[in-house]
């Protein structure tokens, strides 16, 4: 057996320090490794699938992705837990977690790579990621590559003309929401980070890394700026907040991001993936949304599910999420 777990990831990939920082908040013992050639062969070893984190046991395992890995390591390290005790709390937490993975990386991915300065900006940093020994003319012309590559891929989000501008309102907007609900506390649910924190911190980390939502972040929400400086080494610092206590900031949140928002896109997704469509639109409040269905966002969805359907007792949860908007898929 090894001595402890190694992460093999990458500074740019919110999934990937989103793994990280739940390990450093738990103590567990393990071993940042970047993914480049210089990992490629212990990476083909363990993994299943291209994507990064990839999580290597002690007892020489693969695990990846982000929610499955922290799920898996919860129940190896349940203390200090990240799951409020509060049945409605803790599910809103699971929810949150769900939303920052899926709708944050739109913001994430469509700022990283809509204008020139963050195209130029990301490229360089990932060129240099894979290639560090490069010459300065290598360099460039690796950083072009990578440039043109992922712009091309922004569609798989959802960035476009038509939702840009949708994409970056409703940025600023949780911006606006989170900043006032971190004001009074220091993390998403109270003195200690939950799963909710992680799920969003990993998108809200790499958004102020990157030049045009790192000055949005720094010009305008110190209360988030702290809480992303926080969450590097996240550590308890008391107890969960109940939903009373939560309610008057983080319904807001729920309400005009989650299920006006997030809930909306995610039903429409699925059913234009049953309808075999290429192509789908959605009207998110009083815009209309255009993109390609997003697969793997199907399994997300039904692992959400899955948590919900084992909860015993719904009557109060239920309620919250009716108001929210994101009850109806949920019983599906």
Known sequence: MADGYRIIGAEMSPYSVKVRSYFRYKGIPHQWVLRNAASQAEFEKYGRMPIIPLVVTPDDAGIQDSTPIIDQLEKLHPEPSIH????ATNF???LIEEFGDEWGNKWMFHYRWAREIDQRCSAGRIARMRAPKASEEEHAALTEQVRVRMVERVWFVGSNELTASQIETGFEDMLGMLNDHLSTRPYLFGARP???DFG????????WTDPTAGAIIEGSSPHVL?????MLWPRAEGVFESWKALAPTMMPILTRQVGRQFWTWTLANEKALAETKDEFSVTLGDKVWIQKPQKYHARSLDMLRAKYAAIADKRDLDMILAAAGCLAGLRA
């Open 226 to 230: 702290d809480w992303i400086q926080r």
């Open 84 to 87: 409020p005790v509060e049945t």
């Open 200 to 207: 969003l911190w990993g998108q809200l980390y790499e958004l």
């Open 194 to 196: 939950a799963f909710g």
């Open 92 to 94: 809103i937490s699971t």
